[in-house]
Every structure is written in structure tokens, then in C-alpha cells.
């Protein structure tokens, strides 16, 4: 069958569109960032066919190759609505010690941007396998107003997310967790976590989902497009490395969270874990330390994006264009508030 091509202008971005639209006709056979030739056909290799004509067929072919998340035993599910947060949930440092584990669980609920690590700062009345939660009834409609989803996968160890963040940013989740359609999550077979936490926090996963999604700036990391997401063949070697980096990134972050007292991970205030004859010197001991764990992570960071751009076949220059040129406007205002499923 012969391609039909099309030619896709984009000013978008242009403060003024006219002239740039003019320009970009003056220049037929330029190719980007203006303007692009494509053959609509071939939007159909992506699930849903988003209006990507600003991909490489290189790039687009990344969802014709290679396996989809959701498979080989990698699965993602959606948390459930307590549909009254007010009545069932507390910061874990309200809540009684005495029934943790029984009645009380931590809550993942998205929260901010952290990538790979981020303490679990609320538990969820989770009492009689959540008895009360599911049979919470609207008043007015006399319905069932919350909604337990997929309980047989919590309290199993994995990967949370925030659903909206300008980048995706999984973070470990420990066992005995309960979710929410906020904070939802990803399991792996045994051992894989730690792999999937350094790949996942990698600048080409990042973009390849928010190719599904089609939304660069603070889009919202929904589970029916991450199943979607092409994952690269992994040897032996690339497991154990990402793996690594992502553990040690975990390790780093957690450091610096030992001094903050509503943490799980507290050891001390900040001020008694570093030397120093004064208060002053004290302070900029561990402002020394914080600084030192940022740039630490930053260097794991760039290895991983190095890393998984080879193994996606990426181009990092051509990504990062992609991704800036295609990321505009501020984060949309997210609060907390639950809303029904809508995902797996």
C-alpha cells in the first residue's frame, strides 16, 4: 500500500503564530520543529493512535518491538476510595500505635514529587478487612460510596507513584501497604522491584509514557497508559545495574529523611548526627550532608538516563528537544480529593 503523507505545521509554541506559520510554508522542505511529513498509517502502531507526528518512525517503533508492561508478570493496580478520607484517614503519627497492623496500615496517596523514595506519612482505618469503608452509603442515593479495589494486591511490596507530577517518579513501596486511587501501584515477580525502580525513574520512560498519554507538561501518570509502556529486553548485567542504582538512590534519600521526626525512616534530629563544637557548625554539617545526597543522586540519575536511553535506542539530544519543546504551560491544580476509578 502507498504512503500517504501529511504535513503537520506546529506554532503552538510561537508568540506569533501567524508569522511563524508563514515562515514554515516558505520553507517546504524543511523537516522540524515547525513543520513534519508523516504518514498518518503509521500513528496506528501506538494503542489509542495518539496524534504523535512529532515522533520518528524510530521512536514510534518502540510500541511495535518491544513488550508492554503488563506482561511478564508485571502488573499494575488501581487503589481503592475510601470516599470519606476525612473519617478513615490520619497522618501515621495521629494514629495509636497500639493496632498498626491490624487497624490501622499505611495509606500510599501519591503525594509530591520524590523519586524513588518517599515515607508513607498516612494510615487508613483498615479494620475487618475494611469493613466500614465498604459499606460507607451515600446518604442521598442510598448506594455504596466508596470503592475497594483489587485488596487481594495490598500489603505486597512494590512501586507508587504520584498520579500527577511534571516528571514519573516511582518510589519503593514497603509490604503492608493499603492504596489509593491516588497513589496506586505496580508489582513485580520476586527481586524485580529494585530493577524497575531505576528504570522507571529514568528520563526515556518518562517520555516514551507521556507519548501514550499525550501530555508533556504535568500530565497525570494514569495506570490504563503505563500498562502500555514499551519495556527495553534487560540481560542479566542491565537488571543488576539498574537495580544498584536504583537501591542506592533509595539509600541516599532515606539517609536524609532520618532526621525528619515524623518519618518512619527517624534516627535523630538533624543536629546530633553531625560534628560540630557549635550550633552553627552543626547546621552547616548537615546542610553539607544534604547538599552531598542531592548531587549524589543527581549522578545516579544521569547514569540511569544514560543507561536506559541505550537500551531504548534513544538519542538523547532529540529526546530532550522533544520533551521541552512539547512541555509548556504551568501544573494543573491537584488536590486530594478522591475520584471514582477509572483505571484497571
Known amino acids: 500500500m502507498p504512503r500517504r503523507e501529511t504535513i503537520f505545521y506546529r506554532v503552538l509554541d510561537a508568540a506569533d503564530k501567524a508569522s511563524a506559520l508563514k515562515a514554515a510554508l516558505a520553507e517546504p522542505g524543511s523537516e522540524g520543529p515547525r513543520r513534519y511529513v508523516r504518514d498518518p498509517e503509521r500513528f496506528r502502531v501506538i494503542t489509542e493512535s495518539p496524534f504523535a507526528y512529532w515522533i520518528s518512525d524510530r521512536v514510534r517503533d518502540l510500541f511495535r518491538t518491544l513488550p508492554v508492561f503488563a506482561s511478564e508478570g508485571r502488573t499494575a493496580k488501581q487503589g481503592s476510595a475510601t470516599a470519606d478520607d476525612f473519617r478513615f484517614v490520619r497522618m501515621s503519627w495521629e494514629a495509636p500505635t497500639l493496632g498498626r497492623g491490624e487497624r490501622w496500615h499505611d495509606f500510599t496517596k501519591g503525594g509530591s514529587f520524590s523519586p524513588f523514595y518517599a515515607d508513607i506519612h498516612l494510615v487508613v482505618n483498615w479494620a475487618r478487612d475494611a469493613l466500614?469503608?465498604?459499606?460507607?452509603v451515600n446518604p442521598k442515593t442510598g448506594r455504596v460510596a466508596s470503592a475497594v479495589k483489587n485488596a487481594a494486591f495490598w500489603f505486597r511490596p512494590g512501586l507508587t507513584w504520584p498520579l500527577r507530577a511534571w516528571r514519573f517518579s516511582p518510589q519503593a513501596m514497603p509490604?503492608?501497604?493499603v492504596t489509593s486511587v491516588r497513589g496506586s501501584a505496580m508489582f513485580f515477580p520476586a527481586a524485580q522491584a529494585s530493577v524497575y525502580l531505576g528504570l522507571g525513574n529514568s528520563a526515556a520512560v518518562d517520555f516514551v509514557f507521556k507519548i501514550l498519554l499525550g501530555r508533556f507538561a504535568f500530565p497525570e501518570f494514569k495506570i490504563g497508559s503505563l500498562v502500555r509502556v514499551p519495556v527495553p529486553d534487560l540481560t542479566p548485567a542491565d537488571s543488576a545495574a539498574l537495580a544498584g542504582l536504583g537501591r542506592r538512590a533509595w539509600?541516599?534519600?532515606?539517609?536524609?529523611?532520618?532526621a525528619e521526626e515524623t518519618s518512619h525512616a527517624f534516627v535523630l534530629p538533624s543536629l546530633l548526627q553531625v560534628e560540630g563544637a557549635t550550633l552553627g557548625a552543626r547546621a552547616?554539617?548537615?546542610?553539607?550532608?544534604?547538599?552531598a545526597a542531592e548531587a549524589e543522586v543527581e549522578t545516579i540519575q544521569a547514569e540511569i538516563d544514560t543507561r536506559a536511553d541505550a537500551l531504548y535506542g534513544l538519542d538523547p539530544a532529540e529526546r530532550l528537544q522533544l520533551a521541552q519543546a512539547f512541555s509548556s504551560g504551568e501544573p494543573a491544580?491537584?488536590?486530594?480529593d478522591e475520584e471514582e476509578p477509572d483505571d484497571a
Open 132 to 136: 466500614e469503608i465498604r459499606n460507607l
Open 251 to 258: 539509600a541516599v534519600k532515606r539517609g536524609v529523611d532520618t
Open 333 to 336: 491544580d491537584a488536590d486530594d
Open 284 to 291: 552547616a554539617g548537615w546542610a553539607a550532608r544534604v547538599a
Open 175 to 177: 509490604a503492608a501497604c
